[in-house]
């Protein structure tokens, strides 16, 4: 089945202990991004990544890096996670920039609270 | 600096009744725009899509909606809402700008209550 899956679903942890968030997609995209979405502010792009090692930030990069080592993979890594990044994260991926014809295909997404 | 817009943050209507939610956005060159939606508890699905030829789109679930570009607006309509209907719609943009290529820009999303 085609999908973009992200891990975990579900995380608590506290101030400053390093994570990352993995994603990974079947569909042979090239084009990968990461969104936060938080209540009334809709979903704001963090990073994306037009191929393997070309990525780019978005509107809200601070606190963030991602690599794209592969092509099926964008991990998402909080180095110092701080409690205004608790949030929900979707990633998500098409086959180029979304455009008409490049309809983006969301991941499950991963709710992140920071105590 | 490209923006959309998302004037009804909440909404709320009885069943049957008919649906109209406004998206704008700001700015003057070509566009690709799109309505997704979220039901409770998932991700993201794309309800409908515009970016060239006739500017009423119909998506799925019953879900049109109107492109008029002299508006800056791509509203999205339903005659007649249901119970499951009951979700959060986000307008989202492309702009065909170089310094934007590659980005989907998203409204604050509209909430809707579809009371049975």
């Known amino acids: 089945e085609a999908q973009v899956t992200q891990n975990p679903r579900y995380l608590i942890t506290v101030t400053g202990k390093k994570l990352t968030v993995t994603c990974s997609q079947n569909?042979?995209?090239?084009?990968m991004s990461w969104y936060r979405q938080d209540p009334g502010l809709g979903l704001r792009q963090i990073y994306y990544?037009?191929?393997?090692?070309?990525?780019d930030k978005g509107d809200v990069p601070e606190g963030y890096k991602v690599s794209r080592k592969e092509k099926r993979n964008f991990p998402l890594i909080l180095e110092s996670p701080s409690p205004n990044q608790t949030s929900l994260y979707f990633c998500?991926?098409?086959?180029?920039?979304?455009?008409?014809?490049?309809?983006?295909?969301f991941g499950a997404g991963s709710r992140l609270t920071v105590l | 600096a490209q923006s959309v817009s998302q004037h009804n943050h909440h909404v709320i209507l009885s069943e049957a009744a008919s649906l109209e939610l406004g998206c704008n956005y700001s700015?003057?060159?070509?566009?690709?725009l799109f309505w997704y939606v979220q039901y409770p508890g998932q991700h993201l699905q794309l309800l409908l899509k515009?970016?060239?030829?006739?500017?009423l789109v119909k998506g799925i679930k019953g879900f049109e909606a109107e492109f008029i570009k002299s508006k800056f607006s791509f509203n999205l309509r339903k005659p007649s809402v249901q119970w499951s209907d009951t979700a959060e719609y986000f307008c989202?943009?492309?702009?065909?700008?170089?310094?934007?290529?590659?980005?989907?820009?998203f409204g604050r999303g509209t909430q809707l209550t579809v009371w049975p």
């Open positions: 989202a943009v492309t702009f065909d700008r170089g310094s934007t290529l590659g980005r989907l820009y």
């Open positions: 569909m042979n995209h090239e084009y």
């Open positions: 990544s037009m191929n393997v090692e070309v990525t």
């Open positions: 998500a991926s098409s086959f180029a920039p979304p455009s008409g014809a490049n309809v983006l295909t």
């Open positions: 700015y003057g060159g070509t566009v690709n």
């Open positions: 515009y970016f060239s030829g006739d500017p």
